[in-house]
């Protein structure tokens, strides 16, 4: 089945700085989604982003489908910015819809 | 729109009981998702349903699990005989194949078995 490596695993960084998380993928994908999951496990959707780029506030995220990566970009952290971040991705499966294939995500830590 | 919904949020029991949870989706939403999640993972497909028709099972899903999705609206999934193993957070999700076919995740079912 299709592979996704998410780097870095773990990343500490004070309030106010940027960062750039980043998902490689094995295989051509019809989905990819980024989410943040908080402390109390929900799953909190980002992004629905199989190729191109989008914003929404402080975050946005770029897919390069032909070279099977996507990353997700966060600029002036705050402290609610911290959790695990997951990419998630669905490859294309001969007509049939598996579920979506996660990362083992990236844990953030905005410190104040 | 309400969101995914699922009950219960937590659910503690013996090893050798069944139980079972349920998952009320977005409201059309035609697709509905399982998954599970242990500590420090990311979420493991199981199995999903588009109506009422269940289309695809992972191989994590041993003989123990089923899971129903009767007239296409909630779903259920039921453990049999639960093991120490089946300590996980249980995920569902749905999704609209009309549109970008983005999936929505509930809550969750924290499982513990003793």
């Known amino acids: 089945g299709i592979q996704v490596e998410q780097s870095p695993p773990d990343l500490i960084l004070q309030e106010g700085a940027n960062s750039t998380l980043r998902c490689n993928f094995s295989d051509s994908v019809n989905n990819l989604q980024w989410f943040h999951q908080n402390p109390w496990g929900q799953l909190i959707n980002l992004f629905y982003i199989p190729s191109g780029t989008k914003q929404n506030g402080r975050l946005s995220a770029t897919t390069v489908a032909t070279e099977r990566y996507s990353l997700l970009y966060i600029s002036s952290s705050q402290t609610t910015d911290s959790g695990v971040y997951f990419c998630?991705?669905?490859?294309?499966?001969?007509?049939?819809?598996?579920?979506?294939?996660f990362g083992k995500g990236t844990h953030l830590i905005i410190q104040p | 729109d309400t969101g995914v919904s699922q009950n219960p949020r937590h659910k503690i029991t013996k090893r050798g009981q069944n139980v079972t949870f349920r998952c009320d989706p977005i409201?059309?939403?035609?697709?509905l998702y399982w998954y599970r999640q242990t500590l420090g993972q990311g979420p493991e497909f199981l199995t999903y349903f588009q109506n009422e028709a269940q289309l695809e099972k992972s191989r994590l899903l041993s003989d123990r699990f089923s899971a129903e999705r009767p007239k296409g609206s909630f779903s259920t999934l039921e453990i049999q005989r639960t093991e120490q193993g089946d300590s996980a957070m249980y995920l569902c999700?749905?999704?609209?194949?009309?549109?970008?076919?983005?999936?929505?995740f509930g809550p969750g079912t924290r499982l513990t078995v003793l």
């Open positions: 999700a749905s999704s609209y194949t009309m549109s970008t076919d983005t999936q929505y």
């Open positions: 998630a991705v669905q490859g294309y499966s001969g007509g049939g819809a598996d579920g979506l294939t």
């Open positions: 409201s059309e939403h035609n697709r």
